[in-house]
Antibody
Framework: EVQLVESGGDLVQPGGSLRLSCAASGFTFNSYEMMWVRQAPGKGLEWVSYINIGGSSIHYADFVKGRFTISRDNPQNSLYLQLNSLRAEDTAVYYC????????????WGQGTLVTVSS | QSVLTQPPSASATPGQRVTISCSGSSSNIGSNYVYWYQQLPGTAPKLLIYRNNQRPSGVPDRFSGSKSGTSASLAISGLRSEDEADYYCAAWDDTLSGVLFGGGTTVTVL
């Protein structure tokens, strides 16, 4: 069974930093590209970032603007998202998602981790 | 960031059919697969339809997807109370080099 378990969400002040982690199991992690997607309270889904299997190809949403960094550790079956210079509008549930190998959108999602940016 | 266009809400009585549209452009729906997700209240999204019209195992055949040009649609037939949820379409956008999501459609079973 595919499992994606996020952690690291917390309450942080504006301008602060957080590192989100996603532990993957139930599939061959180093055979799948991965993504992060977020959802602000009461709002829709918003794609954040993508990373290929080897970490050599990375894409970010425009709103990231150099503040976030996606990375992965294949031997540890883990995906990460470093969040810096956080703003109130970054408050959201952040989901780790596995990309469908035959397409360009997620097929499995984690349960999410909540990031709250507030003073 | 741009979004794919979905109606904000849809409703029908139990047993009826409801259809949700998703409109995009040549750089997303027009050139890439469309995916549909179901999000029940308080839970993570779940894949409902992938690669335009494929159902993952375990998804009832009451759910079907289609795509034509730069638009796609999700149909739910034989509507049931447990289908009350938010539904999102998604497609990769070649110009943005990222996934675009629709704004979401809340389905209500009357």
């Amino acid at each position: 069974e595919v499992q994606l378990v996020e952690s690291g969400g917390d309450l942080v002040q504006p301008g602060g930093s957080l590192r989100l982690s996603c532990a993957a199991s139930g599939f061959t992690f180093n055979s799948y590209e991965m993504m992060w997607v977020r959802q602000a309270p009461g709002k829709g889904l918003e794609w954040v970032s993508y990373i290929n299997i080897g970490g050599s190809s990375i894409h970010y949403a425009d709103f990231v603007k150099g503040r976030f960094t996606i990375s992965r550790d294949n031997p540890q079956n883990s995906l990460y998202l470093q969040l810096n210079s956080l703003r109130a509008e970054d408050t959201a549930v952040y989901y780790c998602a596995r990309k469908d190998n035959g397409g360009w959108s997620p097929d499995y999602w984690g349960q999410g981790t909540l990031v709250t940016v507030s003073s | 960031q741009s979004v794919l266009t979905q109606p904000p809400s849809a409703s029908a009585t139990p047993g009826q059919r409801v259809t949700i549209s998703c409109s995009g452009s040549s750089s997303n729906i027009g050139s890439n697969y469309v995916y549909w997700y179901q999000q029940l209240p308080g839970t993570a999204p779940k894949l409902l339809i992938y690669r335009n019209n494929q159902r993952p195992s375990g998804v009832p055949d009451r759910f079907s997807g289609s795509k034509s040009g730069t638009s796609a649609s999700l149909a739910i037939s034989g509507l049931r109370s447990e289908d009350e949820a938010d539904y999102y379409c998604a497609a990769w956008d070649d110009t943005l080099s990222g996934v675009l999501f629709g704004g979401g459609t809340t389905v209500t079973v009357l």
